[in-house]
């Protein structure tokens, strides 16, 4: 592999550490950019206090070894300059013995106090800073449009935001990075006012060394990293998989398979992880073979040159002390570097993931004042495809649904139920064709206000950590609930065990603590809860039992005439008193009508449909539905 150029090194040292720290600045609120330069400065502040710290145990290493002559050398007379009140001191060895045993004392704990402190102020930055991008992350994929969830690259994002942890130690192996190089950087300085010649000999064996081990391990570094980035994502999805899979695999017992996927993913990380260990490694070990190297090779040069013994022992111990503090400098310089650059790839996902959503993310709007549903719904001529479908899931479809009208929709799995009632909730938008409302198309500001008067039952609701209060009255999630309401809506979704519960209402539900017939009626109450004007019910009663959905049916009952209803059907019975039926086949309005004469029509042309066995699922293009 060819060296880097000398010539290149700034451009290469500002692109590859100075360049990311700057794109994550400028995405940083106000605070966070003052608590970033008060770092800054407290690292300035460690650096000097650690070069002040060696210049003084060299001082006291030289007292030590030679007493008497010590007040001769150049160290001890610019200090005596300084501070000439201390005069009288340097004329008794030992008390210049004390002196400097007492100063090493209080500079040394005062240097670690300073570096542990800074060091824990650097990592809860970095950790704010973490949630500060994982957060802005966040916000915008929830901007996003309904659609842009269904692109391949929403989940990609969501795993950007789960790894943060990456992005915390990049930003910590930025401040440890800036930290050890200014470090370097002083106490080099110190050195050449004290010894020009070694400092020249050290730094150009130093950097060259540095720079060697840099250019063997960075174009691997950044390959490893971006290898395990990518297999991360997939074996996060795996696992993801395999748990919404988990009764599938149960019964076909497919555990052993399972395991071996993901065992795969796992063989897979393992090489470039390696390459990463390893090149951690490296900067240690070959720095300090090179340092103690040339120490012993300047030792052997300076006695062959015939120098006093005297000068050969002042410099020999400064520089011994001062390899001692610059080895392990220049070695966790290069060790962060390493790290930097093998962390770089997951950690900049997330900055990543905040430029690629604000670009497509649409600012929230406020709903229109001026917004009233009083006539219709009406789709014209709609056309609709998923990302990456072949096919549209509707094409060239138009209907009409009156206010208070409620409306089933019928058809076999894969004839564009489903996206047909999301066209009509608003939350996807014709490729061709118009959605209307009373005549006008959906703004952003109409169709904020839409959503106001919105209910919509999905087949797989969210729960959401909290009371069972907390998830009817979801449209409030966060600001508290309505009783009154609450206990109507409940008591119109038929939920039962809300009576047979000791806590009613208080009590604590997860993802995982009720039957799907459950979710269901908690669902359904809470379309109900906000008092909505309309009501899309998506394959909402398919996990009810008949006593349930006739409580479910004749609630709908009640709220006809009072209530737009959209129902599509998991049970032709479910749909049977509806004002009128659409039957949908291959994405387009085969028949609309009201029910005594659509349904026999409809079950003579599927002789094999079995009304308690329906077929529900989406179409054959639509892309999968996110829990």
């Not at 770092?39 to 002040?52: F, N, P």
């Not at 379309?527 to 349930?548: H, K």
């Not at 029910?595 to 599927?606: G, S």
Request: with cysteine.
């Amino acid at each position: 592999m060819s060296l880097i150029s000398p010539l290149r090194l700034p451009g290469l040292f500002y692109r590859a550490f100075i360049l990311d720290c700057r794109r994550l600045y400028q995405v940083l609120p106000p605070p966070l950019k003052l608590r970033f330069w008060i770092i800054q400065i407290l690292q300035v502040l460690t650096s000097l206090t650690e070069t002040l710290t060696l210049l003084i145990i060299c001082l006291f290493a030289m007292t030590m070894a030679s007493p008497e002559t010590a007040s001769d050398h150049f160290l001890i007379r610019e200090s005596l300059k300084l501070f000439p009140s201390l005069a009288p001191l340097a004329r008794d060895p030992r008390n210049l013995v004390i002196v400097t045993s007492a100063l090493m004392i209080i500079f040394v704990a005062l240097k670690c106090a300073l570096s542990l402190f800074v060091a824990r102020r650097g990592s809860t930055l970095a950790e704010r800073i973490s949630l500060e991008l994982a957060s802005q992350a966040l916000e915008r994929y929830l901007a996003l449009d309904y659609l842009s969830h269904l692109r391949a690259h929403s989940q990609d994002l969501i795993h950007n935001i789960i790894n943060r942890a990456a992005l915390a130690h990049f930003v910590n192996h930025l401040f440890f990075l800036y930290a050890y190089c200014l470090s370097c950087l002083t106490l080099f300085t110190a050195l050449a006012i004290i010894e020009p010649k070694l400092t020249l000999v050290v730094a150009l064996v130093f950097g060259l060394t540095a720079l060697l081990i840099y250019s063997l391990v960075r174009v691997r570094l950044d390959r490893a990293g971006i290898k395990v980035r990518d297999l991360r994502i997939e074996e996060s999805q795996e696992l993801l998989a395999i748990s919404q899979g988990i009764r599938e695999i149960l019964i076909y017992g497919r555990q052993k398979t399972a395991l071996k996927r993901f065992q795969k993913f796992g063989q897979s990380i393992i090489p470039p992880r390696a390459i990463m260990a390893l090149s951690n490694s490296i900067p240690a070990q070959t720095l300090e073979v090179v340092g103690f190297g040339t120490i012993g090779l300047m030792v052997i040069v300076m006695i062959l040159s015939n120098l006093p013994l005297a000068e050969i022992i002042s410099s020999t111990t400064i520089l011994m002390l001062t390899a001692w503090r610059i080895l392990p400098s220049v070695s966790r310089c290069l060790h962060y570097a390493v790290l930097i650059r093998g962390v770089r790839a997951q950690a900049l996902a997330c900055l990543e993931s905040v430029e690629l959503a604000d670009s497509q993310a649409r600012p929230n709007q406020e709903p229109d004042p001026d917004f009233a549903f009083n006539r219709e719904l009406r789709l014209q001529r709609a056309t609709f495809s998923y990302p990456e479908a072949a096919y549209p899931a509707v094409h060239d479809l138009s209907l009409t649904i009156t206010k208070g009208q409620s409306v089933g929709l019928i058809g076999l799995s894969g004839s564009g139920k489903t996206t047909l009632a999301l066209l009509l909730s608003g939350l996807v938008e014709p490729q061709t064709g118009e959605f209307l409302v009373d005549g006008q198309k959906l703004n952003p500001a109409r169709k904020s206000a839409y959503f106001r008067i919105l209910g919509y039952v999905p087949q797989n609701p969210l729960l959401v950590e909290g009371t069972l209060a907390d998830n009817v009255a979801f449209s409030q999630w966060g600001e508290g609930w309505d009783l009154a309401r609450t206990e109507a809506a409940c008591r119109e979704a038929a939920m039962d065990f809300v009576q047979t519960h000791p806590l009613g209402l208080s009590q604590p539900i997860s993802r995982s603590s009720l039957s799907g017939g459950q979710s269901q009626r908690v669902a359904i109450a809470r379309a109900l809860y906000p008092q909505p004007q309309i009501i899309i019910f998506d394959e909402a009663t398919s996990a009810l039992d008949q006593a349930s959905e006739n409580i479910i049916k004749n609630t709908l009952e009640r709220v006809q005439g009072q209530l737009t209803s959209i129902i599509i059907a998991h049970r032709l019975t479910t749909v049977e008193k509806c004002d009128t039926l659409i039957w949908l086949e291959a994405g387009q309005v085969k028949m609309v009508g009201p029910p005594q004469i659509v349904l026999p029509l409809y079950l003579k042309a599927m002789p094999n449909l079995a009304e308690s066995g329906e077929e529900t699922g989406q179409n054959k293009n639509q892309a999968p539905k996110r829990a």
